[in-house]
């Protein structure tokens, strides 16, 4: 039983362009959650995602950043315009139901440069 | 103030001593607690979790809540090499709601063998 997969595992854009990152839940889980981690910072939600629907997106920027769970394949973080300040480590999560019991991911190392 | 805050470390300890980690929180609403590790360019790892106060234990690990003093604990007993790590607290006000979980900026630990 694969994990949670990411890809692609290290991703650098130039400033303006977009980003766009992949993630395949585990078998069996239906609950998507995307965080972003900047350098000895902690993991900051940004959304939940469960087949279709956003649950909750109060922690994406307002602007540039939008996330889907399609159906059939992955889940897809994209990020348009990039800048600078973009450049960090974007895990996704995947559950069952608890998102304290989710299984995270390896992470896409996002640069811009 | 962070609502979490976490001792960023580095912590360097030999083989075989106990380890204590700790957080301290200002959120008195929050009631589910969590401890992951995350290796270098890896995602976390779900290590324990305990709701409100006392003691869990999981083989060599024991975590620790003591919701009076906002403050909670992971020992590590017989530390290994392996166990060389960043280790992440987060805890939750809610059940089931992924935005509502606060991460620590995680300590680094590095056990000498």
């Known amino acids: 039983n694969a994990g949670v997969m990411q890809n692609p595992r290290h991703l650098v854009r130039r400033r303006g362009q977009e980003a766009r990152l992949r993630c395949s839940p585990m078998?069996?889980?239906?609950?998507v959650y995307w965080y972003r981690q900047l350098p000895e910072e902690g993991l900051k939600f940004m959304v939940y995602?469960?087949?279709?629907?956003?649950?909750?997106e109060s922690g994406m920027p307002k602007e540039r950043f939008s996330a889907e769970f399609p159906k059939e394949g992955p889940s897809i973080l994209r990020i348009q315009q990039v800048v600078r300040g973009d450049s960090a480590a974007y895990f996704c999560?995947?559950?069952?139901?608890?998102?304290?019991?989710?299984?995270f991911g390896q992470g896409t190392r996002l640069t811009v440069v | 103030q962070k609502e979490v805050e976490q001792d960023p470390g580095p912590l360097s300890v030999p083989e075989g001593a106990i380890v204590s980690l700790n957080c301290t929180y200002s959120?008195?609403?929050?009631?589910?607690f969590m401890w992951y590790r995350q290796y270098s360019r890896k995602g976390p790892e779900l290590l324990m979790y305990?709701?409100?106060?006392g003691n869990k234990e999981d083989g060599r690990f024991t975590a620790q809540v003591d919701k009076s003093s906002k403050y909670i604990s992971l020992f590590i007993r017989d530390s290994q090499p392996s166990d060389s790590a960043t280790y992440l607290c987060?805890?939750?006000?809610?059940?089931?709601?992924?935005?509502?979980?606060?991460f620590g900026s995680g300590t680094r630990l590095s056990i000498r063998p």
């Open positions: 999560a995947s559950s069952r139901i608890d998102p304290t019991e989710a299984f």
């Open positions: 995602l469960q087949k279709e629907n956003i649950i909750d």
């Open positions: 078998k069996g889980h239906s609950h």
């Open positions: 987060a805890m939750s006000p809610f059940y089931s709601s992924a935005s509502k979980i606060i």
């Open positions: 305990t709701y409100s106060s």
């Open positions: 959120n008195s609403a929050f009631q589910y």
